[in-house]
């Protein structure tokens, strides 16, 4: 694949002279992998000729939103930004069932297990919170929508099968031969507010991708 073709293949969300936030497909680390190096930092530091810093991530089979700064100083603010959990973020997930409460917070602490999984323990974990809403359901699926105010590796795949109602398609957590059924994990990064060194905050959103909207389900207004 030619620079020009991953150029063209990654939808920019917003780019500015600090930041620039894009659009990640899912299966593609944002940063290298132990045995492979492809990732989308990479790709698009090879494709713009230009040092990009890792703001933050999301899963390899997570779809959506990811920001880059463009320079030191504002890594530096938007890392205590996360840091400090001043940063607003809406994931869309569908979840192979539905949760006996439609409206709620996961309050449970995480901790990592073996084979890279991640577990509730609320002896050893470290706090972790999630809020939640069902948005829409079908005989056997729902998509909600999820707020999490913290940022732990796995969070809300753990806090949502912790539910006994793990995201579809997920290839870590549920009935592994139920999730092969689905062609994808039903995890999207949809939306995220960004606080700005001057004061302002830089709200940006990215639409389902076709697997969810192929299934009838669409995206209700965000009031962040």
């Known amino acids: 694949m030619t620079n020009s073709d991953i150029l063209a293949s990654i939808?920019?969300?917003?780019?500015?002279?600090?930041?620039?936030?894009?659009?990640?497909?899912?299966?593609l680390p944002v940063i290298p992998g132990r045995y492979d190096t492809d990732c989308l930092l990479h790709r698009l530091e090879a494709a713009r000729g230009e040092k990009l810093w890792v703001v933050h991530r999301i899963d390899q089979e997570t779809s959506g939103i990811v920001v880059f700064a463009r320079d030191a100083a504002?890594?530096?603010?938007?890392?205590?930004?996360?840091?400090?959990?001043?940063?607003?973020?809406?994931?869309?997930?569908?979840?192979?069932?539905?949760?006996?409460?439609?409206?709620?917070?996961v309050d449970a602490a995480l901790r990592q297990f073996g084979s890279g999984r991640m577990g509730v323990d609320p002896a050893k974990g470290k706090p972790c919170t999630t809020n939640y809403r069902?948005?829409?359901?079908?005989?056997?699926?729902?998509?909600?929508e999820a707020e999490p105010l913290t940022g732990r590796r796995h969070q809300l795949r753990v806090h949502f099968h912790h539910l006994g109602t793990p995201v579809a398609g997920d290839?870590?957590?549920g009935d592994k031969e139920r999730q092969k059924t689905f062609p994808r994990m039903f995890l999207h990064a949809?939306?995220?507010?960004?606080?700005l060194p001057d004061g302002a905050a830089l709200r940006l959103e990215s639409p389902l991708p076709a697997a969810f909207t192929d299934l009838g389900f669409s995206v209700p207004a965000w009031n962040p």
């Open 134 to 144: 069902v948005i829409a359901t079908t005989r056997t699926l729902s998509m909600v």
């Open 171 to 173: 290839p870590l957590y």
């Open 190 to 195: 949809q939306g995220i507010v960004l606080p």
């Open 11 to 27: 939808t920019v969300h917003h780019e500015d002279l600090g930041i620039l936030v894009v659009e990640k497909p899912t299966g």
């Open 74 to 105: 504002m890594h530096r603010h938007l890392s205590m930004a996360f840091e400090k959990h001043a940063v607003k973020k809406r994931y869309i997930a569908l979840l192979d069932g539905t949760p006996k409460v439609k409206e709620g917070c």
